[in-house]
């Protein structure tokens, strides 16, 4: 990471001369790539930073370190520039580049992949929609950051896993049962009622209808099973249509239901409890169970069980999150909707109650997503209670432009998504945009006639690449494992979106420029190895977002 390489060399820099001054502590800089009207690869700020500590001109403290830095980087960069209040901003020789061109072509598949995470245990839970009718949009959203999270955090070394939660207990349940028990009466031509608070989309009356044709015994267990493996086995095959798998499915029955805590005695709901109340964490009021979650930040006390025996979600997420880290994971990340803000504090505060830091709770809320046709808003729900499924949007738009779609914003904001632009084949349309440039390359190499799978990392003279737009191509790609590093620590994949759209755009300037096959086959040989990397650059990136690169459009 080019990042992390040059701030090492700038930390034994900064820290000679701040001690020669008799300064303890260097303020937290940042290393960053300015815009590109200012100029240059890296801009620093540590100068205006120091300022403010010593009460002197930034300006003047950037003059005094420039020298320092140069020497230090004589190998690396052009001489440093200062801009603006006092940035100082890095620009990397050709040499470099260069060095960073043959560097991808070698790592090929693997380039941006690291060891950072040193194997360290990362929990990644989404989806988790309740078994009670298909995903819609909404779902779909979080099932495409998480699945590029979990990509993106093992590409990057760390033992990530992906689990979903099946909520198969409680009122939910119980609910299903009855609405499904309504339409099979229906279906019979005997009386029935419906209830009130049942789930009344169109799948409830397939589910019956099913049902009915098994020749199943009637009985409200019945009825939940068969509906909740029906659901089960749509959301099964929805989410492989949307290329995402999980690693483990949990289901709350193991933890509410099974008697396989305390040697058989109780479940795990109950031995949590019990554990919370022994510990002075719970207490007891009015015939309920309360967690104490008032004494870790959350803004009042919770139900665990109610006065009528009943144990609340609370409880059961409580014990599922005990059982993660008895598991062995140092980081559980969860993905709720935005509309589950409320609940993190008591999140957080049940992790530290079960005596863990609550920083190894993080939480990412995603926004609603919307939908727009022919520029007008689509209705995503009625009161007969449909809503437009993921399904719907698959089949109409295609999984590659849906999951890369979800990811064009960062999960906190919300998010338009244009039907009419993701069916466009036009570069328009971000994912159709970035996938071209993979095609447009092996459409080159198939003119070229030669071998795409050519060894260019030796016996390619890539200095005969001077042109603006080919070094800007290369400084782009150089970055992209920067951005690998970016995504985990936002936990967003919206930067990797945005970095292959930038590098799709860098890539079209250099095509409109730099004609690829000439009469100077140095130079042809040169520009070929560059594509090359563009291919790998962009195939990477696409798979970490679960996107295909296809060869041919």
């Given at each position: 990471m080019i990042k992390n390489q040059f701030r090492k060399s700038l930390d034994g820099i900064f820290s000679k001369w701040a001690s020669a001054r008799g300064i303890e502590a260097l303020p937290q800089y940042s290393l960053e790539q300015p815009p590109k009207n200012i100029g240059g690869d890296l801009a620093c700020n540590i100068a205006m930073l120091l300022s403010k500590q010593l009460k002197a001109n930034p300006r003047k403290i950037a003059e005094e370190l420039v020298p320092l830095i140069d020497k230090e980087l004589s190998g690396l960069t052009q001489p440093s520039r200062i801009a603006g209040a006092g940035f100082i901003n890095l620009t990397f020789l050709d040499s470099f580049v260069y060095d960073g061109l043959k560097n991808i072509l070698e790592k090929k598949d693997s380039f941006g992949r690291a060891d950072a995470g040193l194997g360290e245990k990362v929990l990644i839970e989404f989806v988790s929609a309740n078994p009670t009718g298909p995903l819609h949009i909404g779902?779909?959203?979080?099932?495409?950051?998480?699945?590029?999270?979990s990509r993106i955090y093992s590409f990057m070394g760390y033992d990530a896993k992906r689990e979903y939660y099946l909520n198969d207990v409680g009122n939910q349940m119980r609910m299903l049962a009855s609405s499904v028990e309504a339409r099979y009466l229906e279906q019979k031509g005997e009386n029935f009622t419906f209830p009130e608070d049942g789930y009344k989309g169109e799948y409830i009356r397939d589910i019956a209808k099913s049902f009915l044709e098994k020749r199943l015994e009637p009985s409200e267990?019945?009825?939940?099973?068969?509906?909740?493996?029906?659901?089960?086995?749509?959301i099964n095959s929805d989410l492989s249509a949307?290329?995402?798998?999980?690693?483990?499915?949990?289901?709350e029955a193991t933890i509410a239901l099974d008697k396989n805590?305390?040697?058989?005695?109780?479940?795990?709901?109950?031995?949590?409890?019990?554990?919370?109340?022994?510990?002075?964490?719970?207490?007891?009021?009015?015939?309920?169970?309360?967690?104490?979650?008032?004494?870790?930040?959350?803004?009042?006390?919770?139900?665990?069980?109610?006065?009528?025996?009943?144990?609340?979600?609370?409880?059961?997420?409580i014990a599922y999150h005990k059982n993660k880290l008895e598991r062995g994971y140092s980081k559980l990340i969860d993905l709720w909707g935005a509309d589950h803000h409320g609940y993190v504090a008591r999140m957080k505060a049940a992790v530290q109650a079960l005596g863990s830091s609550p920083d190894k709770l993080v939480v990412i809320l995603y926004q609603l997503v919307s939908l727009v046709r022919d520029g007008k808003p689509?209705?995503?729900?009625?009161?007969?209670?449909?809503?437009?499924?993921?399904?719907?949007?698959?089949?109409?738009?295609?999984?590659?432009?849906?999951?890369?779609?979800?990811?064009?914003?960062?999960?906190?904001?919300?998010?338009?998504?244009?039907?009419?632009?993701?069916?466009?084949?036009?570069?328009?349309?971000?994912?159709?945009?970035?996938?071209?440039?993979?095609?447009?390359?092996?459409?080159?190499?198939?003119?070229?006639?030669?071998?795409f799978e050519e060894n260019f990392a030796r016996g390619t003279d890539f200095e005969v690449l001077t042109a603006p737009e080919e070094l800007e191509l290369i400084r782009k790609m150089i970055f992209f494992p920067d951005i690998l590093e970016l995504c985990l620590k936002s936990l967003s994949p919206h930067h990797l979106t945005a970095y292959l759209m930038e590098l799709a755009d860098s890539y079209h300037a250099f095509y409109e420029k730099c004609r690829v096959i000439t009469?100077?086959?140095?130079?042809?040989?040169?520009?070929?190895?560059?594509?090359?990397?563009?291919?790998?650059?962009?195939?990477?990136?696409?798979?970490?977002?679960?996107?295909?690169?296809?060869?041919?459009?």
């Open positions: 779902h779909g959203r979080g099932a495409a950051i998480g699945d590029s999270l267990d019945n009825f939940r099973k068969f509906a909740v493996s029906e659901i089960m086995n749509g949307f290329r995402v798998s999980f690693d483990s499915w949990f289901s805590a305390d040697g058989g005695k109780n479940t795990q709901v109950e031995s949590v409890c019990e554990w919370l109340k022994d510990g002075g964490f719970a207490y007891e009021q009015d015939g309920a169970l309360w967690f104490a979650s008032s004494r870790y930040g959350d803004d009042k006390d919770r139900v665990l069980k109610r006065s009528d025996g009943r144990f609340t979600y609370l409880a059961s997420d689509v209705a995503m729900s009625t009161r007969s209670g449909e809503f437009v499924t993921l399904k719907e949007v698959l089949d109409e738009v295609g999984t590659d432009a849906c999951r890369f779609f979800f990811m064009l914003r960062a999960p906190d904001s919300q998010l338009e998504f244009d039907l009419d632009l993701a069916k466009k084949q036009s570069s328009e349309n971000p994912v159709f945009y970035v996938q071209y440039v993979h095609a447009r390359s092996h459409s080159i190499f198939a003119q070229s006639g030669i071998s009469e100077d086959k140095k130079l042809v040989r040169a520009r070929l190895a560059l594509i090359k990397a563009v291919t790998v650059v962009i195939e990477n990136g696409l798979g970490l977002l679960g996107v295909s690169a296809p060869r041919k459009m």
